[in-house]
């Protein structure tokens, strides 16, 4: 059984500005990035960053907090692959 994967109400709100500003996300693509990550590095407060690809030149990157028992996405954004990629990773 996968742990469950809980979204703060900020996260929820990120959809709905997203979605404005022509990049949708859906909820399955945050919760299958940190549930499948290609990549994963520690960030500030002990929390995480996973990052998984969206399409050719986008990726998603999702900041979350992890426990035993639950992962707590605490906010997460589209990023541009070239920024956050070297030319090795691909």
């Not at 605490?74 to 070239?82: D, V």
Request: hydrophobic share 40%.
């Amino acid at each position: 059984m996968e742990r469950p994967v809980r979204l703060t109400s900020y996260a929820r709100s990120k959809f709905v500005f997203l979605r404005e500003h022509g990049f949708p996300v859906q909820e399955h693509d945050v919760v299958q990035t940190v549930r499948h990550p290609e990549r994963i590095m520690r960030a500030r407060l002990g929390r995480w960053v996973a990052q998984r690809a969206l399409d050719e030149r986008h990726l998603l990157r999702v900041i979350y907090e992890d426990s035993r028992h639950v992962a707590v996405v605490i906010t997460f954004y589209p990023a541009r692959r070239s920024r956050y990629e070297s030319a090795h990773e691909v």
